[in-house]
């Protein structure tokens, strides 16, 4: 990422710095995270949410079975790390993603980012409040896209960050969404 995509991205990650994560979702596979009363960020490469030594939540969570899929299976008899053929990980629920979305949604207190930064790579490291960190990493190759960060408006941009650079796209930049 070149000095003018850089200052780009870190401008516009300022934007959070004093703002509430006030919910937590998924679409698919991507994380969405909204902040204050406008602010989203959607990630679709690899995430990770970590709070006192200890990983919170993290991409690969939504392939994972959640708690009451275990629960489940070990009630039908079946092997403790056996997985049925029909299981659908993208159901919600189903899930470790899932399960943790729910309990972070819970309890949001202290969730203010304090600093958002970015590397020539296009990773993002935002440090709560609380001393959670949310570490965001570009992790591929290609000009796929990593990441976005937008605001609640039709008419605004959305900064769109890849492994090998960051624009604007959307009303006024002649990129479309």
Same mark, same amino acid.
Request: proline share 2%.
């Given at each position: ?8 991205? *870190? ?22 995270? +909204?902040?204050? #009363? ?5 990630? *679709? +490469? ?32 079946? /092997?403790?790390?056996?997985?049925? /053929?029909?299981?659908?990980?993208? /159901? ?5 993603? #899932? ?29 709560? *409040? +609380? ?14 896209? +990593? ?9 605004? /941009? ?20």
């Amino acid at each position: 990422m070149n000095i003018s995509e850089i200052t780009l991205v *870190q401008t516009r990650l300022n934007n959070l710095i004093r703002q509430p994560l006030t919910h937590a979702n998924r679409a698919a596979d991507m994380l969405t995270l +909204c902040f204050g #009363d406008k602010y989203n960020l959607h990630i *679709q +490469c690899y995430y990770r949410l970590t709070e006192q030594g200890r990983t919170i939540l993290a991409r690969n969570d939504v392939y994972q079975p959640s708690e009451a899929m275990w629960s489940m299976w070990r009630a039908m008899g079946y /092997e403790e790390d056996y997985i049925p /053929e029909d299981f659908h990980s993208d /159901e919600v629920g189903a899930n470790r993603l #899932d399960e943790a979305l729910e309990r972070l949604n819970a309890d949001l207190d202290g969730l203010t980012v304090r600093t958002a930064m970015l590397n020539q790579l296009g990773d993002l490291t935002m440090v709560f *409040q +609380c001393g959670a960190t949310l570490t965001v990493m570009a992790d591929t190759s290609g000009g796929e896209e +990593c990441w976005r960060l937008f605001e609640d408006d039709d008419a605004a /941009e959305h900064l769109v960050v890849y492994a090998d650079g960051a624009e604007l796209v959307g009303p006024g930049t002649g990129s479309a969404y």
